[in-house]
């Protein structure tokens, strides 16, 4: 393929069928793409019912770190989907099944940037680790000559969103990565916005990872979206071709990047944070296959297509 054919742009979505008989799993993002914020975007249920339907996998993967699988399972059930906690991957759990892939020792310890989501998911994994939101109270007093003590059995420092971040937190991990033999910098995702509210974007959770990168001069290793850590583990753990995999996603710097980086058909959704001009930008170099308004336009555009 040339590679004025490979950046060609993308294509409004023209017929669903095609593309659905074409592939086995589809992957979706969450926020942006199945609701927003708290509130399920328009046609979703009956959308998942018919791609169930046609035998397909489907899996849902966010880069929100903020909660665990369980915790992610308990909000598709609020808002009526029926989703099993095995098609959940959020970046909370990748951070966990990263450290179980390369058998970290279980006795060194994870320190934590980051909330409840990464603690639970280290925690089901048999990982001891301290930090949390609990850190967040913590102040340093700084006198003359003194100095912070951390643990030196801090074998990886895990940094995700993190609504109680502080001086402390950077200096503890700063402290494990410089002076910690082999110590781990992992980033559950480094995404720059994320959407706490609807009425504006607030800084996201590559602010903490910047701020460790700046004091550590390391660059973490991300296990979320657009790394291939999470698209190869779902392609081991279901046994899946890569290229049997549709990821639909509403930001192209994770979810498109993730699909491409993976060799995965992608479909970008408007009903998130791209719009169609940011896709149509000059400026913009992350081409998705095709693009469509929302995904509920699988069950319109698959009767006009006939």
Not at 99 to 121: R, T
Not at 190 to 219: F, I, K, P, Y
Request: proline share 3%; aromatic share 10%; hydrophobic share 40%.
């Amino acid at each position: 393929m040339s590679a004025a054919a490979s950046s060609a742009a993308a294509q409004p979505l023209q017929d669903a069928e095609q593309l659905i008989d074409s592939v086995e799993t589809f992957i979706f993002d969450c926020d942006g793409v199945i609701w927003k914020g708290d509130k399920l975007i328009d046609g979703v249920p009956q959308t998942l019912d018919m791609l169930r339907s046609k035998g397909k996998r489907l899996v849902f993967v966010t880069n929100n770190s903020t909660k665990s699988r369980k915790q992610y399972g308990k909000k598709f059930e609020t808002l009526g989907l029926d989703v099993s906690e095995e098609e959940i991957f959020a970046s909370s759990f990748a951070a966990a099944a990263y450290l179980a892939s390369i058998n970290f020792p279980k006795d060194k310890k994870v320190y934590v940037i980051g909330e409840d989501g990464i603690l639970k998911e280290l925690e089901l994994a048999g990982f001891q680790y301290l930090g949390g939101p609990g850190d967040g109270e913590k102040k340093i007093e700084l006198k003359p000559g003194y100095r912070m003590e951390h643990d030196k059995d801090v074998g990886a420092v895990v940094v995700g969103f993190d609504r109680y971040f502080n001086y402390y937190k950077v200096q503890y991990g700063t402290l494990c990565v410089r002076e910690n033999p082999g110590c781990l910098f992992i980033a559950t995702n480094r995404d720059a916005v994320t959407h706490l509210t609807d009425a504006q974007e607030w800084a996201g959770g590559g602010s903490m990872v910047g701020a460790l990168c700046g004091s550590t001069q390391r660059e973490p290793l991300v296990v979320g979206k657009p790394s291939t850590f999470m698209m190869d583990y779902l392609a081991n753990k279901f046994g899946i071709l890569k290229s049997q995999i549709c990821m639909v996603g509403d930001r192209l710097d994770t979810d498109i990047l993730f699909g491409q980086n993976g060799g995965c058909k992608t479909l970008l959704v408007l009903s998130g944070v791209t719009s169609l001009s940011m896709l149509q930008s000059p400026k913009n170099t992350i081409q998705p296959d095709f693009y469509t308004n929302k995904i509920s336009d699988f069950l319109s555009l698959k009767t006009a297509a006939v």
